[in-house]
């Protein structure tokens, strides 16, 4: 069972940088850019979001030979129906779209 | 290779070394996407973003543990207050079978935190061990109340010696099946990843 714990604004940015392109694996970067994170702040919350199993990892083969593989990124059903209840007009969430701006 | 760039892989090396072993994968990750970064000022952005949450999360995995050791270490001597009556019972010194009933069961209840310890933080079970033991209100009891009259009968010190391992062996025990319990969830938890 997933707990439903109130995401933050920054959580939620992180959701809708996934879902954006839901079926698409997408870099720790790539997020980063789309949010705006640095990743001091989008590692714990990709963490975060991955042991409460709304998103998935999986490693990829590196581009240029003698580089690290990299890790991606997709949201689960569980992220998708987390954000959709995040996104719904509560007065919390509005002010958390305020505080996020 | 310019100074910031070095700096970015030493911040890099020291986060990889302080981030818990628990924390490691996302240390990698973090890692492969540095490597990607040829720009210098991302670069060395993203390796203090690293820097710092690997710093945070050690603090929050020791934070935790220590907390957790400190009420184990105050909690466990009154978990084993109700055998009080017993030890002040007249015959508890010349009966071997409540004797050694009320040490045996205060022994498993402080190996109680070692095993909870052991599965949460296997790399410190041994550390655990110790600081529950050397805590344990028995062990200052023991060596204060009952060694002194031990060591004036024959063969005295055997029973030392067994006194001594009940109140060792049960919390090492405890510890070292509580870490390989958490080691086997954790391998078991990676492999279904």
């Known amino acids: 069972m997933v707990a439903h714990r109130r995401l933050s604004p920054q959580t939620v940015a992180v959701l809708e940088a996934l879902s954006a392109s839901s079926d698409q694996w997408r870099y720790g970067l790539e997020i980063a850019a789309a949010t705006g994170l640095k990743s001091g702040s989008l590692y714990p919350i990709l963490v975060r979001l991955d042991e409460r199993g709304l998103l998935e990892s999986r490693w990829l083969e590196p581009e240029k030979p003698g580089r690290p593989p990299r890790h991606t990124y997709r949201m689960t059903g569980a992220g998708r129906a987390a954000l959709r209840a995040a996104m719904q007009p509560t007065p919390a969430n509005v002010l958390a779209k305020g505080a996020l701006g | ?193």
Not at chain 2, 37 to 49: H, I, R, T, V
Not at chain 2, 54 to 83: C, E, G, Q
Not at chain 2, 110 to 135: K, S
Request: with cysteine.
């Open chain 2, 1 to 193: 290779m310019s100074l910031s760039r070095v700096f970015a892989h030493w911040l890099m090396g020291r986060a990889a070394t302080v981030a818990p072993t628990n924390r490691a994968a996302w240390l990698q990750a973090m890692q492969g996407e540095f490597e990607t970064l040829e720009a210098e000022g991302p670069a060395l952005s993203w390796a203090a973003g690293c820097f710092t949450s690997a710093l945070l999360w050690n603090i929050h995995a020791d934070a935790v543990y220590l907390f957790a050791l400190a009420f184990a270490v105050i909690v466990t001597p009154y978990l084993a207050y109700p055998l009080m009556p017993l030890v002040h019972l007249p015959d508890f010194f010349q009966s071997p079978l409540l004797f050694g009933g009320v040490l045996l069961a205060g022994a498993l209840i402080t190996a109680l935190p070692c095993l909870a310890l052991g599965v949460y933080r296997p790399d410190r079970a041994v550390l655990t061990a110790f600081v529950v033991i050397l805590t344990d209100p028995d062990l200052e009891s023991v060596f204060s109340k009952i060694t002194p009259s031990l060591f004036r009968v024959k063969w005295g010190w055997l029973f030392i010696l067994a006194l001594f391992s009940l109140l060792v062996i049960p919390n090492l025990a405890a510890a070292g099946m509580g870490a390989f319990i958490g080691r086997a969830a954790r391998a078991r938890r990676q492999h279904s990843t």
